[in-house]
């Protein structure tokens, strides 16, 4: 197959979209298949076979680099005809989208909780009338309206977001959450607790949560803050894994014998195991990666039900509200008073859902052969 990939920056350390780019180009490029990549900024691709199509959209504002980028990727397609084209966003054109971001209509809304009383409705006019948003909801409108591509869901609530919003036909979605590599994140990891709990200064027979996240506020970490508040009597520790700003830590100064901040690690298969459990009150995830890789390292998840990745927890951790303190704290007593301390930490993995990358990068390298000559 001839295949091309359009995504912005098509780097491996940018972010999780970014990432699966990257992993599915030479999955497909080790398979034998030609790849080509549409994008403005490259890593030099670890194979060969992989041709970097650099474009140059305009840079700022980022509204205007959205567009711009949009326009010239449709551009560049047109020159390759026979090609496969498969986007995560931010484009006009493809044959196959995955909205890794899950659905940008959505997530404006749930996003928008984070804001409370009369501060909430301001914020989402101001947001409303940005230039990115206009472009973004525009873009997303012409997909589902007027391209209509083959639509891979990462989770089961974004196929039924986009069912919902755009009345588009299930036929056309395909289900494929995310995998991830089951031999790295194992309950196995869990032989250097010790060792990753004397370096963030955490005692053996402490309980210990853990937040992983890049973007602390989309995350819940204030949320996550008034829980801790409220939870005097309770012994645990917080282990926050990510960059926390200037805000993040004002807010935990008050918790300074709780939270431990961690900053960016490149070892969570290690970190997951050496704590008790995964805490995410994200206000919106299209599938955190960060449950499914906490789950598949043996530690029970608590997480909203505006977190597509939801969908694997079940009798393992809780599922709550988003921007909802009271109902985090009480699920935190819950996971606290069934320490699993001296309990050996088991797998949840591919038998109950979870798949290895390489699995659903098979499944889409067989829908884009389904689709050859059509």
Known sequence: ????????????????????CWDLAHYLAERGHALDIICMHAQKPEIDAIHVNLIQPVRF?????????????????????????FCVGNA???????????????????????????????MHLIRRLSPKDMVQRGMEWWVFRMTQPEVIAISGMVAEDIRSAFSYPAAKI??????????????????K????????????????????ANNFALKGFYVLVDACLSMDYTPFKVLVIGEPDCWARSEAR????????????????????????LVHPTYYDACSLVVIEALASGIPVITTDTNGASMFVGENGRIIPPHAPVSLANAMREMHSKTRK?????AFLPESDFRDSSEVFAEIEALMEGMRGT
């Open 193 to 212: 607790r010790a060792e990753i709990r004397a370096r963030f200064g955490l005692k053996d027979d402490e309980f210990v949560f853990v937040f992983v």
């Open 174 to 191: 395909h289900l494929m959450p995310n995998g991830i590599d089951t031999g790295r994140f194992s309950p196995a990891k869990r032989s």
């Open 254 to 277: 008050l918790l300074s014998d709780t939270i431990v901040f961690g900053g960016k690690v490149h070892d969570l298969e290690y970190v997951y195991p050496a704590c008790d459990c």
């Open 342 to 346: 001296g309990m050996e930490q088991r």
């Open 1 to 20: 197959m001839q295949v091309c990939i359009a995504i912005e920056k098509f780097d491996p350390t940018v972010g999780g979209a970014e990432r699966y």
């Open 61 to 85: 504002p980022q509204a205007l680099r959205h567009l711009s980028f949009a326009i010239l990727q449709y551009l560049k397609a047109q020159e390759m005809p026979a090609h496969i084209h």
């Open 92 to 122: 006009f054109f493809m044959h196959i989208y995955q909205p890794h971001g899950g659905l940008h209509k959505t997530w404006f809304v749930r996003e928008n909780l984070r804001y409370s009383g009369v501060v909430r409705p301001c």
